[in-house]
C-alpha cells in the first residue's frame, strides 16, 4: 500500500513538471492586464462584482473531483506575485482524492480586473465568500498561500462557518512589517512596479528557492513578464502597489489568537520572506524579520489547537519546491 500511495503521489509531482514545458513555451510575447490569450490548467469562468461604483470581474476555476467525489470542496488563494495558475499540480492531488476545488484570482491578480480601488482583506475574504455563495458551496476547507495566507485568515475570522479547516503555507503576515520596513506612499510603490522587467522579476522569484532557482519556475515569472511590456502594464503596477499598501497596512497577525477553526501552518523554515525588505537600510532590523521558523512556532502557539509541520531546508513555495511532503502533508490533515 506505501508503494501505491509513493507511486500515485510521484505521478502527481511529475505530470505538472512535463506539462511545464509545453506550456511555458505557449506564453504570449506580451499579455495584457487579464493575461488574454494566456491558457490556465482548467477553465475558467467569471463573476460579475460591483466595487466602488465600477463593475468588474472575477476569474476563477472550479474544478470538479476527478477521484470518488467525497462532497467536500477546497479553496486555493493565490500570493501577491502569482495567479491561480500556479495551483495546478495542488488541484490535480486534491481532484484525484475526491475533492472539488475552488481556485480565484482575487481582484487585482491574474485573470480578474486590475481596478484603481481602496483594497483590503476584508473585501477580498468578501469578494471570496460570494464567489462560493454563487456556486451553492457552504463549507470549504480554505487553503492560503503567501499573502493567500492573509486572505484566509481574514475569511476564516469572518466566516468561521464557512470554514471547515484552515491552512497556512508560508504566509506573510506573521509579523507587522510596519515594525521594520519604512513607509513609502502608493506613487513610490508604484515607480518601483513599473521599473519591472522580466530579469527582475526572475531575481525576485529567485529569492523564494534557498536551494537555487528552478528553470521549471519560469512558468510563473514569463506570465508576469509579458504584462511588464504591454500598454496596459500601468494598470496591473498600480493594482499591484495597491495591494502592497494592503499587505502593510492591514496586519493580521494581532489576530490568530481569534481564530477558532482547525488549522495547519506548513512553514518552510529556509523562508525569510519579508514584504517591502528592499526598503530595510539597518542590517540589524533585516536580520530581524522574516525569520519563519520562530514565526510559524509563535503563530502556531497563537491559535488554539494548531499543528505545524516545518520543512527543513524548503523556502517560500513548497507545494512548487517538494511537491510531495506538501500534498502528504494537506491531504493527511483534510483526512
Request: glycine share 8%.
Amino acid at each position: 500500500m506505501k508503494y501505491y500511495r509513493f507511486f500515485f503521489l510521484l505521478g502527481l509531482v511529475l505530470a505538472p513538471v512535463f506539462g511545464s514545458f509545453a506550456q511555458t513555451a505557449q506564453v504570449p510575447t506580451t499579455l495584457n492586464a487579464t493575461l488574454d490569450g494566456y491558457e490556465y490548467p482548467y477553465s475558467v469562468k467569471l463573476l460579475p462584482l460591483k466595487l466602488e461604483h465600477q463593475t468588474l470581474r472575477m476569474a476563477y476555476m472550479d474544478v470538479p473531483a476527478s477521484g470518488k467525489a467525497n462532497g467536500r470542496t477546497v479553496l486555493l488563494l493565490h500570493g501577491k506575485n502569482f495567479f491561480g495558475a500556479y495551483w495546478r499540480g495542488t488541484i490535480q492531488a486534491l481532484t484525484k482524492a475526491g475533492f472539488r476545488v475552488v481556485v480565484p484570482d482575487q481582484i487585482g491578480f491574474g485573470k480578474s480586473d486590475k481596478p484603481a480601488i481602496y483594497y483590503s482583506f476584508h473585501q477580498l475574504a468578501r469578494n471570496t465568500k460570494h464567489l462560493l455563495e454563487t456556486l451553492g458551496i457552504q463549507k470549504t476547507v480554505v487553503v492560503g498561500h503567501s499573502m493567500g495566507g492573509m486572505v484566509a485568515t481574514r475569511f476564516a475570522l469572518m466566516y468561521p462557518e464557512t470554514t471547515e479547516k484552515l491552512v497556512l503555507e508560508n504566509p506573510i503576515g506573521l509579523e507587522d512589517y510596519r515594525r521594520g520596513v519604512p513607509f513609502q506612499s502608493v506613487d513610490q510603490a508604484e515607480a518601483t512596479e513599473l521599473k519591472s522587467n522580466e530579469e527582475s522579476i526572475r531575481k525576485y522569484h529567485g529569492s523564494y528557492y534557498p536551494n537555487g532557482y528552478p528553470t521549471a519556475h519560469d512558468e510563473w515569472v514569463k506570465p508576469l513578464a509579458a504584462q511588464t511590456r504591454h500598454p496596459d502594464y500601468p494598470k496591473v503596477a498600480l493594482a499591484s502597489a495597491l495591494t502592497f499598501e494592503m499587505i502593510y497596512q492591514q496586519p493580521v497577525c494581532y489576530e490568530f489568537n481569534r481564530l477558532t477553526v482547525p488549522t495547519l501552518l506548513i512553514i518552510g523554515q529556509s523562508d525569510r520572506t519579508v514584504v517591502g525588505k528592499g526598503l530595510i537600510k539597518d542590517p540589524k532590523v533585516l536580520a530581524s524579520m522574516g525569520q519563519y521558523p520562530e514565526l510559524g512556532r509563535r503563530t502556531a502557539a497563537q491559535i488554539k489547537g494548531a499543528k505545524l509541520v516545518p520543512l527543513d531546508k524548503v523556502g517560500h513555495i513548497p507545494h512548487l519546491e517538494v511537491p510531495t511532503k506538501f500534498y502528504e502533508t494537506l491531504l493527511a490533515f483534510l483526512g
